[in-house]
């Protein structure tokens, strides 16, 4: 059974991600690379990696963002952001989605869910929603895009969007590369986070 792992925001691409993030990288052509090798250090050529929303900001070019596609290892699941150009929050973002399966994305959806591992042999596994956007929270001053979020219902959300803003907050996780030293992380790490906030621990 492949690994699976989690990640967002990793803005491809994007000039200014680094000043805006206080990222410590000197380039966009830098923060790529240090970020496809600290991915395929952890994640192998069988494994499953979702991410969480955008993934890509540079020019629209496709072969660039099939070339860093291709170079990740493992199979990959893009859950659209909103600087990804076929988000719902994008004029005609459906028209789109074909740009990111021919780069190499094996599915491209707005929100889906997933099974984590129990964290002890008799717990229950848990399901849990994938989005790029929090519940509730944003990184600008405002919450943007309440009409695309989903509807808090219980469940733990896994999530990007705040980028460096926190860990964890209320019942979400966010996996966003600046809060994990630019590295998906696996969901057995995820499960015990939650398990660990949920004990008080």
Same mark, same amino acid.
């Given at each position: 059974m492949p690994n699976v792992f989690l990640t967002a925001d990793e803005h491809?691409? +994007? +000039?200014?991600?680094?000043?805006?993030?206080?990222? #410590? !990288?000197?380039?966009?052509? +830098?923060?790529? *690379?240090?970020?496809?090798?600290?991915?395929?250090? @952890?994640?192998?050529?069988?494994?499953?990696? !979702?991410?969480?929303?955008?993934?890509?900001?540079? #020019?629209?070019?496709? =072969?660039?963002m099939a070339e860093t596609v291709t170079s990740l290892n493992?199979? /990959?699941? &893009?859950?659209? =952001?909103? /600087?990804?150009?076929?988000?719902? %929050?994008?004029?005609?973002?459906?028209? /789109?989605?074909?740009?990111?399966?021919?780069?190499? !994305?094996?599915?491209?959806?707005? @929100? *889906?869910? &997933? %099974? &984590? #591992?129990?964290?002890? *042999?008799?717990?229950?596994p848990r399901r849990v929603l994938l989005s790029h956007f929090p519940y %509730?929270?944003? /990184?600008?001053?405002?919450?943007?895009?309440?009409?695309?979020r989903v509807r808090d219902e219980g469940r733990w959300l896994i999530h990007g969007h705040v980028h460096n803003l926190y860990t964890v907050r209320q019942r979400g996780v966010n996996v966003g590369v600046d809060v994990w030293d630019f590295t998906p992380v696996n969901v057995h790490e995820v499960a015990r986070l939650i398990a660990d906030t949920e004990a008080g621990t």
């Open positions: 491809h691409g +994007h +000039h200014n991600i680094n000043r805006l993030c206080d990222r #410590p !990288f000197e380039t966009s052509e +830098h923060a790529t *690379a240090e970020i496809v090798r600290r991915h395929n250090k @952890v994640v192998g050529p069988g494994d499953l990696t !979702f991410h969480l929303g955008d993934f890509w900001f540079g #020019p629209r070019d496709n =072969g660039r493992g199979e /990959h699941v &893009l859950v659209l =952001g909103n /600087h990804d150009r076929a988000s719902v %929050t994008e004029t005609n973002g459906w028209a /789109h989605q074909r740009s990111y399966l021919d780069a190499g !994305f094996t599915a491209v959806v707005d @929100v *889906a869910t &997933l %099974t &984590l #591992p129990a964290v002890k *042999a008799s717990a229950t %509730t929270a944003d /990184h600008m001053d405002n919450a943007r895009y309440n009409q695309f």
